[in-house]
């Protein structure tokens, strides 16, 4: 079992950047691979990016891609979403997942994680 904490939320204006957040305790994080969701209201919970255990692969969702990048640091437990350049389209509720599976698919999809946050609010002004 691992537990996941995100921090680092908050109210944003357009343009502007901030860094999520996500401690794990319970089992060692790099045990796992990880990745950030995110679910706006009224819509299913989507694919941000993701990384692998060793940190060498990354994943990214096309509307984040040159914007966001996802890190871990093994040490620390810790996964980090920097978040630049933010859209109001960026609004909503951040999760981050930790699960077994390495490839790319999995890493790309809800069903790849087996652990979840319980998110934390990021909102973007216009």
């Known amino acids: 079992q691992v537990q996941l904490v995100e921090s680092g939320g908050g109210l944003v204006q357009a343009g502007g950047s901030l860094r999520l957040s996500c401690a794990a305790s319970?089992?060692?994080?790099?045990?796992?691979?990880m990745g950030w969701f995110r679910q706006a209201p009224g819509k299913e919970r989507e694919f941000v990016a993701a990384?692998?255990?060793?940190?060498?692969?990354?994943y990214y969702a096309d509307s984040v891609k040159g914007r966001f990048t996802i890190s871990r640091d093994n040490a620390k437990n810790t996964v980090y979403l920097q978040m630049n350049s933010l859209n109001p389209e960026d609004t909503a509720v951040y999760f981050c997942?930790?699960?077994?599976?390495?490839?790319?698919?999995?890493?790309?999809?809800?069903?790849?994680?087996?652990?979840w946050g319980q998110g934390t609010q990021v909102t973007v002004s216009s």
């Open positions: 997942a930790a699960g077994a599976y390495v490839t790319r698919y999995y890493l790309m999809s809800k069903p790849g994680y087996d652990y």
């Open positions: 319970g089992r060692t994080l790099s045990s796992y691979s």
């Open positions: 990384i692998d255990k060793s940190g060498s692969t990354t």
